[in-house]
Structures are given as C-alpha cells and as structure tokens.
C-alpha cells in the first residue's frame, strides 16, 4: 500500500496548494499564532475568530473547524458548541484537538458537551489527553503526554476510540497512530525534539484540518502527520534548539512539495 | 519629489529612534507579540492593553493608538471605542486596521461604529478591507485578501476613501497605495513572501502608526510603509521559509538605517 | 562564594532537568507563547490557564505558580487571587511579574490586592515596576523601563522591597538585584539587545519560577536570572538583531548545562 499511499498524498498536497481552504480556529491562546502560521506555511488560510456572536458567520465560509481546548473559558466552550452545530448543519468537518482535557471539571465537562453534542470528523491529541477521552484515565503533567503505553496498546486505543466515539482518532508522539472503525495507519515521521515547542501539537491539527477540508478519513488524516512529522525531521537537521526549530517547521512546511510524499513512512496496520 | 522624500524619510527614522513613542494598541490575539516586536525592533515602545477598565489611562500617555478588529469580541469594540474618544479628546493619532471587516456582522457593525464616532488619522488594510469599507463590497476569504483590482483602480479606491473618510487611507498589497484627499504616493518595495507570516499586514500598522505619532498625513505613512517593505525585502533575501522571513523582518526593522531612506522606491501620484 | 555558587547552581539545573517542574502561568496575552516556550526549552513543563472556573484545579498540581499582570483585566485579577489562595493553602511558591504596575488605576488596585492577600516566593520586575510597588513612584512609559538609578540606589531598592513586602525581590536590568531580607545577590549576566525582544522580562520570571519550584529563597532567584542571562548572552553572540535573537534564545535555554554554572556571574554584597 505505500506506492499508493504515496501518489494519493502527492496529489492531496498538490490539491490542498490549489484551493488553498479558510480554517476557522477557536483556538488555544498560547499558540493561535503559531497555527495560524502552520496554516499560511502549507498553503492553506487560517482565521482565528473566537466570540459567540461571530462565529457561526466564520465557521459557514471555511472549509474546516478546530476546536482547541488549550486555555478554555466556559464562553469559548459556547462558541466551539455553536461553531460546531453551524458546521455539522453545513457539512463541514470539525476537528478536535482536547488540550489538557483530563487537568480540570471545565475542560472535561466542555470537551464532554462537545462529544455529546457534534460529528467530529476527527479528534488529535496525546497519549494521555486520548486516554482521558476514550478511557477516562490518563496522567496528565499539564498539557503534556507523561502516560506510557507500547504501539500495540496505542493502536489498541485509538480503536477502541475511533469505534466508541465515532471519529477518525489520532494520538500523536514518537510514531502517531491513526485508525477509524475500519483502517489503522502508524506514521512514523517526526522528531522528538518538536516535543520541547510549545504549540507543535496544535499545528498537527491544524494541518490535519487542511488536509480535511478537501477529504474526510483517516488515509488524509495519515498524510497531513506524516507531511507535518517529515517538515519537523527536516527542520530538526538544521536547528540548534527549539527555537531554530519552530523557525524552520514553518520554512519547511513552505517548501514541501507533493514528490516529497515519498519521503512519508506511512504504514497500514489491518 | 523623490529626492526630497527621501531626505524627509530619514529625518524621520532618526526622530522616531531619538523620542521612542509609546504605541498603544487594543490588538488582535492573534499579532499582538508580533506587532509588539515590531514597535520594539524599530525603535518605539509598545504596549498591549484592552481592558475597558484601563484603555483610557494608557491611552492618554501614548504617542498613538492602534484599533485592530482581527479577533474582535463586542466588549473589544466598547474598549476601542472609549480609548478612541480618549486619543480625539487629546489629539493623539488614532490608526484603524479593519481585520477582516467584512467577514461578520460583528466586525461590520463594530467597525462602522468607530468610522462614525472617531477621528482616524489614518486606516490601513487589504485591497479587500478597504473595497468593504469604502465600497460595502469586496471578496473575503478569511482575513487574507482575494480581490483583484489594478493599480489605477486601487489609486481611485485609495482617493475615494480617503476623501469620504476624511482620512489617510492605506491600501497594502504587492503595491501599496496610500492617499489623502490631497495627496497620493505609491510604495513599491515589498515582498511577496510577507503574505505568507500570519501578522506582517498588523505590523504594518504598527510600524505606520509609530511614524504617524510624530507627524501625520500621507508623507510620513509612505514613508513608513516603504521603510517597512525595505526590511521585509531584506529578510526575503536571507529567508528559507515563511518561518525564517518572519524572524529576520525584526532583524532589518531593527537594523534599518535613515541612510537606507534611499532604498525607499516611493513614488507620488498627483 | 563564587565558587559555593555555582556547584549549587551546577546542582539546581540538574535537579530542574530531572524533576521537569509544572509551571502554572495566570500570563501576559502577549507573551504566553514565550514565556511557555522559555519553560519548555529550559526542561520544564508550562501550563497557561486563566478560568476562575479552573485555576484552582491547575494550580494545585503545579510545582510553581506566575501572576503576571501584563494585560489584566478585572477578571484576570480574579482568577490570580483565587489561584494564589490556593498555592499558598498548600505551600506552592508565588512569583509576581507586576507588568506594568503604574500605568492604570486597574494595575495598581489589582497588584495592591496581591500584595495585600498572597505570600509570594518573589516578585520580579524592571526597575520602574519595583520602585512603584516599594515606593508607590517611578517613571512607566508603558511597559518598559525608564527610570534611573545607580547599583547602590538598586540594592537598596530591593532591600527595602524584600523587607517591607517579605519576599524575594529581583530588580532586574543591565545587572540584577536580588534580594531578600536577609542576603543580596548581583547578577552580571545578561545583554542590552534582550530589551529590544517583547517578553524577555516575563521569560526571566517564568525561568525564575522553575527554579523556585525546587528550592526557594534568593540564591535559587540568582541563579535562575544567572542561567537565563547567559542564555542571553550566548544568543546575542549569534543575533542579527531581536527576531534572531529570540530564536537564539530558546535554543540557548535548552542547550544549558550544569557545566555553564561556571560562566555565571553572581556576587554577594552583604
């Protein structure tokens, strides 16, 4: 399956450069700037619109919605719900990203509502935020993965999730798993120094939303990690630290070019 | 002209790094610590406040007042409103960055609030935020630019507005125009690389409005808005990326010269 | 005691390195991204949450807890009382960063009634912040310092501060003063560049708090602003100017050793 997987990823990159589609974010505040960067760098165009009065109007022009848990306050859980309901009615696939979801009652109780309440085409997080979700456990350092689980339990779990919540389920870390009901994909692009950049989560899924507003799934979920670990493999060669790093995903993510999809390690896991 | 523009320029620069006005802005969440370089690397002070609590006390002692609608929520406007009122009250210039006015009934209505209540000493946008402004129409996708028009429909765009709004109108783009009702320069450097960093057009603003705290009219935001493009040419020119373009536009903000006034390609247009 | 010094602070980053400390921020809109990132690439851990609704909650299970009044707004008051209520129940160090402490009536009342109702480990500012909150005076153009007073002027400043306000007082500029009532420290490390990057002071408490996390009192405060001042300077050796410089800085932050304790410049004055 890789050859395939490789031209399809090739064409979904050169597809996504061509339309170039609006991402509504109700973002995180730490790292708005950063997706919104992630976004611009790949082709794609970001806004970042966060009051209930407004964002029904954003979310019914973009071609698809984040929804970013990372610094919740129970009116930005109001307006992910009307965002949210505004995109379901029209089609338009919503992504969840449930920063620290397990850390307090306001991000449990919101990030329940919103599973309670929207089609999710799909939800990213790390290990332990996903453990939270689908199991109702996890040990959350803040807004970082502490849990630890080997790549037969993780898949093991984002099955389990992808089935129960009805999704496309990706946990992001050393190697990312992807599965829905019926596909599971091992992304093993990527670099363990990303882990030291704030906000390199929350760009995952605002590339994995790019990739979305042209086609749902886990196969495009599988080539936005894979495009966006080998940007983060390419600027980890030429940084010093995190710094030159978060400088250079952006100048990579710029300069990848549909033939780089050979370069994905993408793999099928049935 | 050229000749006496540029002289004028560089007395300019060397003013503004000699008194260091104190921008406020009530900024987007989005650019805020990127309009704050901005201002810092080229040689003023900012500072972020927009709490309706406070926005008048800051305003009072600064050199000039930035509004910028990007993520607007209705207690945002009511803060820009009152600092606005304040700045007239004491004639500090007030400069208006419309984010993506057309987008929403409430950046709309917000925006047409402060065009009716404050005096503006100048407002800078897109082709599409200010074809929205001036005309009510223009073609949004998000807070990035679409529309189309050639240089002498933007010159006619430019004068309309200034002349209706009784302002200094500044539309940016791969050429940016600005106009009085009595005056009208084109600025031609820039880079077309700055479309693709989240914020360059927010720091356009910013760095406008720290001229304009020393003089207004068109000549002193040209001035600002070629100066501007200078750096961001500069940063082009040793940029990989989106990413490495950003970090170096602070690098050439800083390292601007008042003898790199005869790099400003400026040209006036009566 | 130069050499006391720094196999303490040999010994303090190693710990910090292994303990990975929760840093919670109640942070600056327009320096989170930062201050998280200076967290993060120093081996910490940061989380940035300001709900009333879930600051109890985030606090409790971190190592250090940072008030930084740098875009308050009365709610944000709020949720830094509640928040600091519960660090200190359960002994979890308070670090203030009094942003810009004289601008506005809300700052003051806000920064009094921290005084008034928290313990805190330390408080950390520019000079004109600390004369303000010791002397109820001092020269605030926006968020910057201007104000002017020689080193002895500044040791007293801060003797007077730590005593009277019963914390660990660090003035910092082009040489910090730590002190608390009973030792002061001079901290030479550092580099004038850092005043051109917006955040670098909200960094250096932030840096300040990780250390705080593992052991309190003045000598842990000098060496953080030790560590984090050569950083500075390291970075500044690579610099083009402030975007290259907060890039540098980041990766100079992670690059630290316990080794590097040896090129911190700290003295007591007694």
Not at 68 to 96: H, K
Not at 156 to 174: D, K, Y
Not at 213 to 226: D, F, V
Not at 249 to 264: G, Q, S, V
Request: charged share 20%; glycine share 10%.
């Amino acid at each position: 399956m890789t050859l395939d997987f490789r031209s399809w990823a090739a064409s979904a990159l050169e597809d996504l450069r061509a339309k170039g589609p609006l991402i509504h974010h109700i973002a995180n505040l730490v790292t708005l700037n950063d997706s919104a960067n992630a976004v611009l760098s790949l082709g794609a165009l970001p806004i970042m619109a966060h009051a209930l009065e407004e964002v029904p109007h954003i979310t019914k022009k973009a071609g698809a919605l984040v929804l970013n848990t990372g610094t919740p306050t129970p009116e930005s859980f109001q307006a992910m719900l009307a965002a949210g309901r505004c995109a379901n009615d029209l089609g338009i696939p919503v992504i969840l990203d449930p920063v620290g979801v397990g850390s307090s009652p306001l991000r449990r109780e919101g990030v329940s509502s919103l599973l309670e309440n929207l089609t999710l085409a799909a939800i990213r997080g790390n290990l332990a935020e996903i453990q939270f979700i689908v199991q109702g456990k996890g040990d959350l350092a803040g807004v970082e993965a502490k849990g630890d689980l080997d790549l037969t339990g993780r898949i093991a779990l984002a099955r389990e999730g992808a089935r129960s919540l009805r999704t496309v389920l990706a946990i992001t870390g050393s190697w990312d798993v992807v599965a829905s009901s019926k596909q599971t994909f091992i992304v093993q692009n990527g670099h363990p120094l990303l882990r030291r950049v704030t906000g390199t989560g929350c760009m995952a899924t605002s590339v994995l939303a790019a990739f979305l507003a042209l086609e749902q799934g886990p196969l495009p979920a599988a080539a936005a990690l894979a495009f966006y670990g080998l940007a983060g493999e390419r600027a980890a060669q030429r940084a010093k630290g995190p710094g030159s790093l978060k400088t250079a995903l952006f100048d990579e993510l710029y300069n990848l070019a549909p033939k780089d999809a050979k370069e994905c390690r993408v793999e099928r896991r049935d």
